[in-house]
């Protein structure tokens, strides 16, 4: 069973600028979240879906961050104006059912904003 | 304010110690997980529990709900057990799903 899929790995951008960032989740999972990591602390959810709606962003900074999972399946999420406290890594993560079950995580995305 | 609290921040052992690592947390929790971060992010479930004990391979964790605390063990320690572990809870209220984490405890085991 293939995991949860991110791209890209790693990006280097200068404040201001926007980024964007996918995630494939595992086949057949309704529910995907997005996360950021800031380096030293634990993950943070940013944005929580089950299938295309919008379950949870009540900590997104929509300001600057929106994501979307159209057909639900796949995920955007992106960053524009970025900042420089948007250095983190992007954790994207599904499961099954939103229930309180096990998630999977995929490699995350480590943005450097310069 | 739901909150999760692990202690140490940080670990160093000797190959073959018995490791604990610790997380309190705050009420009504309909879930504890924990999971194991490797160096370049990647994340993985360990366990989830809301009661009592769970076992896989050399890993033990345990959960007091009670005094609002969860334990993960390793026994015989290895250095491929060098990683950041991290714990974190599923509150009730909102989305089951969403996870309140730990800051995590990076554990180093030299050989």
């Known amino acids: 069973e293939a995991g949860v899929a991110q791209s890209p790995r790693y990006k280097i951008i200068e404040k201001r600028q926007s980024v964007a960032f996918w995630c494939n989740p595992i086949s057949g999972h309704a529910t995907l979240y997005w996360y950021q990591q800031i380096l030293g602390q634990g993950p943070k959810l940013l944005i929580q879906f089950q299938n295309n709606g919008v379950v949870d962003d009540s900590q997104l900074p929509k300001d600057r961050f929106s994501a979307e999972r159209l057909k639900g399946v796949d995920s955007t999420l992106k960053i524009q104006p970025a900042k420089l406290e948007d250095s983190a890594v992007y954790l994207c993560a599904s499961s099954y059912t939103s229930g309180v079950e096990t998630q999977y995580f995929g490699p995350g995305t480590r943005l450097l904003v310069l | 304010k739901n909150e999760v609290e692990q202690s140490p921040q940080n670990l160093t052992a000797q190959e073959g110690e018995f490791i604990t690592i610790n997380c309190s947390y705050s009420?009504?929790?309909?879930?504890l997980h924990w999971l194991q971060q490797h160096p370049g992010g990647g994340i993985v479930s360990l366990f989830m529990?809301?009661?009592g004990k769970k076992k896989h391979g050399r890993l033990i964790a345990t959960i007091n709900i009670q005094e609002k605390h969860s334990s993960l063990h390793i026994t015989a320690s290895h250095p491929r057990d060098s990683a950041v572990y991290i714990c974190a809870a599923s509150y009730y209220g909102g989305s089951q799903g969403n996870l309140i984490f730990g800051k995590g405890t990076k554990l180093s085991v030299k050989p």
């Open positions: 529990l809301s009661s």
């Open positions: 009420v009504g929790i309909s879930a």
